[in-house]
């Protein structure tokens, strides 16, 4: 079989992780030893082009968190790294039009977890706990 798209380019050239979602490919993309790239942040690709949609470098999701993205209800939470560990969520619209960031916090997250969400609550491995939030509210 052949790839429909390779998205090979300099600039995101170190992807951590993707979620698809309706035709778009969200990557986060981050500082690697090694690389050097232009863009980091969470950057959104139609799959039929492979053409950029949007970039965001606020959402810093660089190789400290290595925490995938999830989603739920039409909205994607990015786990942000900081300079010795995971440093927040953020939550952002899921869409091609444009970056829109919802919203963040700021758990004290426990580095190479796994996140889930289940019957309208987010589940979040922090260093001392399993802590649940309730996202219907």
């Not at 170190?14 to 863009?39: C, D, I, N, W």
């Amino acid at each position: 079989a052949e790839p429909l798209n390779t998205f090979i380019d300099e600039e995101y050239s170190a992807y951590f992780h993707q979620l698809f979602h309706q035709g778009h490919l969200y990557v986060t993309v981050g500082p690697m030893e090694g690389r050097s790239v232009k863009t980091k942040g969470i950057c959104c690709f139609d799959v039929k082009t492979g053409a950029v949609k949007w970039a965001d470098e606020t959402i810093r999701a660089g190789n400290t968190s290595m925490s995938p993205q999830i989603l739920a209800d039409g909205k994607i939470f990015v786990f942000e790294s900081g300079d010795h560990g995971p440093k927040a969520v953020s939550m952002i619209k899921a869409g091609p039009e444009k970056f829109v960031k919802l919203g963040s916090f700021s758990p004290n997250l426990c580095k190479y977890s796994c996140h889930a969400i289940a019957g309208g609550r987010l589940f979040l491995r922090l260093t001392d706990c399993l802590a649940c939030y309730n996202l219907q509210n």
